[in-house]
C-alpha cells in the first residue's frame, strides 16, 4: 500500500503509550493497534481528527504517502 502509517514514531516523540492514546481518543485498543501496524485499510476523519488532537500534530505527521513510481524513478536515472 502506498499509504504508511508512522503513528509508533509519534507516539514515541510524544512519549504517549498506545494504551493511554486509546484511552484518550476513545478508540479501542485493537483499533489502534490495527492502523498503527498499516493493517487498517481505512481511517474515520473523526478519528484522525481525534488522534492529531491528542497527539498536538498534523495529519501528515502520521500518514505519509510513498510512490512506487518515485523509486522506479530514481532506478532508472542511475
Known amino acids: 500500500m502506498s499509504i504508511r502509517v508512522t ?12 494504551t493511554e492514546l486509546s484511552e ?3 478508540v479501542t485498543l485493537a483499533n489502534l493497534s490495527i492502523l498503527k501496524t498499516g493493517k487498517a ?10 488522534l492529531c488532537r491528542e497527539l498536538d500534530c498534523q495529519p501528515g505527521d502520521i500518514l505519509e504517502f510513498d510512490d512506487p513510481r518515485a523509486a522506479d524513478k530514481k532506478i532508472e536515472a542511475a
Do not use: Y
Not at 7 to 18: C, G, I, N
Not at 41 to 47: D, P, Q
Open 7 to 18: 503513528l509508533d514514531r509519534v507516539l514515541l516523540d510524544k512519549r504517549m503509550s498506545l
Open 24 to 26: 484518550r481518543v476513545g
Open 41 to 50: 485499510k481505512a481511517v474515520r476523519f473523526s478519528t484522525l481528527e481525534a
